[in-house]
């Protein structure tokens, strides 16, 4: 059955509520990024990411959706996530800088590519940056375990000086490098 966006939100949502359901949707995202023509076709129909770069399939109190269209050269500023996050990659390949606090100061701590098809599961201590400058582009699909976007106990910070901001999501998108400008 090709991929369908209601049926695979559908079926995030059934497993949500299961204690092993980050790894019961890293099981469902990896079959859907075996597909991602059906994938691209889909989200080609709704034009959003065209326009804005991302996709919002699903926004709720405890589980959060989305596609992103991951432009080679696109870098955001370090962030977590404040809950798990799950990554499936279905097209190219999207790159992270990890970081640490070292000392009370964000520090890097190595990078990780995820190439297409491939999931990742991500820790709730997590922080990273997307990081596509030695990526040929990347079509992905994140999942999280909370409302994502706008959430106040989320943590930011500003690429140049590494120093801790306020979370905002139009903070984060105001320091992502190589966006699509909004239309
Ligand atoms: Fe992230």
């Not at 597909?35 to 076709?41: L, S």
């Not at 709704?46 to 991951?70: C, N, P």
């Not at 079509?139 to 375990?145: C, E, L, P, Q, V």
């Not at 930011?156 to 966006?179: I, R």
């Amino acid at each position: 059955m090709a991929f369908s966006i209601a049926r695979f939100v559908e079926d995030c949502r059934a497993v949500r509520a299961r204690p092993d359901w980050a790894d019961a949707v890293a099981g469902l995202l990896a079959e859907a990024v075996r597909e991602p023509g059906a994938i691209d076709a889909e989200v080609a129909l709704r034009g959003s990411s065209a326009r804005k770069g991302f996709d919002v399939w699903l926004q709720s109190g405890d589980l959060t959706i989305y596609q992103v269209e991951g432009r080679p050269g696109l870098i955001s500023p370090p962030h977590d996530h404040a809950g798990v996050a799950v990554v499936g990659v279905y097209r190219g390949s999207e790159g992270y800088q990890n970081y640490r606090m070292a000392a009370g100061r964000l520090a890097p701590a190595g990078r990780v590519t995820v190439e297409a098809p491939d999931v990742a599961v991500l820790s709730p201590d997590l922080i990273h940056a997307l990081d596509n400058s030695d990526s040929p582009g990347s079509g992905s699909i994140h999942i999280y375990d909370n409302a994502h976007f706008d959430l106040a106990q989320r943590r930011l910070w500003n690429p140049d000086t590494l120093v801790e901001a306020p979370y905002s999501t139009a903070q984060q998108f105001k320091w992502t490098k190589g966006a699509r400008p909004a239309a």
